[in-house]
């Protein structure tokens, strides 16, 4: 059991810890003293206490550092990477493997051999990180040099000042031969120049205009502003609904008449005292739930909110995560944090008085209840986090507080209610399956995101549609009592025998039924039917191989220049559609505003639709290196990574769906359209950018 709860903490730890980077990593290249055709591309690492930056050998744990050439021009690698000092060598428990890694600083070096004449080498090196706690996803450090075997070679990594191509370069410095590892900085202030295009490089005339930043007209033309993906009331009572879930788990319920009880006894005859400590105890909850929230929305930031929701390898991680969560719902096993950091907590609460006793109480309730609330809080977290919403993980959290302490008060101003409250039994664990089941269809929709922006096509539309149907079908089933799992608690009928089918309530026979009308409206989305109820979360409707619905929009283009060139020749206005695999606002507005009779009119004969996919995985054919605004430099290595810069670049905006209309020259007719499922407003917006287009 504690291998399981080990193995979750890991998770969630390396989750909130993406959007940090304890390492600080160079390279340089330096020539070998003797040897004037050998050169050294060094990198070096300075580590923050307590992590450690993983060596080239190891199989089967942690992220292996890797050395990566994607461009060698005379000459030729010398031997392997050569580490110093030599890394620590020890068997880590966690991983179950013994393995290599340096701490508080380290060098890794390869050596080139050069043939003669001008060299030139580009790639970059990738490592791991990881702590007791946490794991950063694989980092690189990108590099580019080249001289000849002549002269003192000269670095071109990602220095204008030093690059060759600058006729007023001046040498750099040894210094300047030290080059930061790759920045996510984003920007939207100004464009940064794009030294490579997947359609060639940009020209004169209509083509180079194509990049050229819009943010200043795009605000002039008194857009809509950027709308958070969701409202805060919304995720607000998202929270609630969570807490009184968490609320109603095995875990949870059977504490709230003794905590009561506990301080009514405390302040004996002072009634108003037991409730006062009451309030506090709720209080106390709320605290620690919100600065959860807080912390998770300090570490992540609104950037990463946003990238995190796109991000293949993310979803992949929160894919695993759910199916974990399911697995403990339905029986397999307890996630439980160290029983002594709960003991640790109780003993605090009886060491000490007033306040900080009383949270240290509350603390301890976190502690013991985390295996019923913890996968609710994970799945919480996990869609607050993907919305969009900054704070929406702090707003989240306040409901799910509020809701899980309000019963400790109110049965301490009212204990006679106590009474009246159902008491513990098997329909508890009903809920935890139930739960279950609907933490294994989310984690399917994190599936499909990753599956989508690699292209694998695993979990096509009909696929995904068949598993959900199953699962919700199996839902109901076991509501009906058709299905028991062995955790279920046996009934037993006047004369001591198991009843094999107990009858079952009124409120779970009507909650059956609703989960099978679910699923049975699901079926006929297997030949096309646009399931709106479900559209947010399934695949879009063009990875479905037998589809006989024809009220569907699809974009033509999904590549900017070629759907550009295509308006161009049509003497029809663009409607530029940045959109994710993974983006769950997208789906709901491709299946709930664009099937509008009037909203397709526009977007098919008006418009030409070009749909841009931030996080396609899909290679480019050579990495294009870009210069952010800051003078940070970056390689784009994926259509989604360019489509990304574009948006952000040009339009000043990194969150999707995100529409804007432009002409031919890439310059906006109307403001900008982010999600709103509304069809007169949408109208509006197609007709007026259609009506400064004409006047144009």
Known sequence: ???????????????????????????????????????????????????????????????????????????????????????????????????????????????????????????????????????????????????????TPASTASNPASNPANPAATPTTPAANEIPPSSDTLSTVTAPSLTGRAGGESGAGGESSLWTPVISELHALDAASDTQSRSLWGIFFLGVLGGLIALLTPCVWPIIPMT??????????????????????????????????????????????????????????????LVVFAASFLGGFEIILPASWSN?????????????????????????????????IGLLLVDMVTSGSVIAPTVGMLGFAIALAAPFTLF?????????????????????????????????????????????RLLDRET??????????????????????????????D????????????????????????ALYMVPGLWGAPCKAVSAFAPPMWTQDFNLNQNTVEATYTDYEEGMAAARRLGKPVMLDFTGFGCVNCRK????????????????????????????????????????ADGTTRKLRTIGDRWSYLQRTKFGAQTQPFYVLVDHDGYPLSGSFSYKEDIPGFVQWLEGGLQRFSKK
Not at 469 to 490: K, N, Q, T, V
């Open 412 to 456: 301490a101003m009212f204990p006679t209610w106590l009474k009246s409250a159902p008491k513990s039994g098997n329909w508890m664990n009903v809920i935890k399956v139930v739960l279950g089941l609907v933490e294994l269809a989310f984690a399917l929709k994190f599936l499909s995101v990753a599956d989508l922006a690699y292209g694998w």
């Open 589 to 628: 507005m491709e299946a709930a505003v664009w099937p509008d009779s009037r909203v397709k009119q526009l977007m098919t004969e008006d418009f030409v639709l070009v749909s841009l996919y931030v996080d396609d995985k899909t290679p480019l054919p050579e990495p294009q290196e870009v210069t952010e």
């Open 464 to 493: 995904f549609l068949c598993l959900w149907i199953m699962i919700f079908a199996l839902m109901g089933f076991y509501l009906l009592g058709w299905i028991r799992l062995p955790h279920d608690e046996d009934e037993y009928d």
């Open 260 to 321: 009561v009880s506990f301080f009514l006894k405390r302040a004996k005859d002072d009634k108003r005292k037991g409730i006062k400590d009451a309030i506090l105890y709720g209080l106390s909850i709320v605290v620690i739930y919100v600065g959860l929230g807080l912390l998770v929305t300090l570490i992540w930031g609104p950037s990463s909110l946003n990238a995190l929701s796109t991000n293949a390898v993310f979803n992949l991680f929160l894919f695993a995560l």
């Open 344 to 376: 640790k907590m109780d003993e605090k609460a009886s060491s000490t008085t007033g306040l900080l006793s009383i949270f240290f109480m509350a603390l301890t309730l976190v502690l013991v209840s985390f295996s019923c609330t913890g996968p609710i």
């Open 495 to 518: 004369d001591g025998n198991v009843v094999q089918r107990p009858k079952i309530g009124v409120t779970r026979f009507l909650s059956a039924l609703c989960v099978l009308a679910f």
């Open 1 to 151: 059991m504690k291998r399981y709860a080990t193995l979750f903490l890991l998770f969630f730890a390396c989750a909130l810890a993406f959007a940090q980077n304890p390492v600080k990593a160079t390279v340089k290249q330096q020539s070998v003293s003797g040897h004037d055709d050998l050169v050294d591309l060094v990198f070096s690492f300075v580590i923050e206490p307590g992590w450690h930056v993983y060596g080239p050998d190891n199989d089967g744990g942690p992220t292996p550092m890797t050395f990566n050439i994607e461009s060698l021009e005379g000459a030729q690698l010398e031997g392997g990477l050569r580490l110093a000092p030599t890394p620590k060598r020890v068997e880590d428990n966690v991983f179950g493997c013994e393995v290599t890694y340096f701490e508080t600083k380290g060098t890794a070096t390869q050596r080139l051999r050069l043939k003669g004449g001008k060299w030139k080498a580009a790639g970059y090196l990738e490592y791991g990180t990881c702590n007791d706690e946490a794991c950063m996803p694989p980092t690189p450090v990108e590099f580019s040099f080249e001289g000849s075997k002549e002269t």
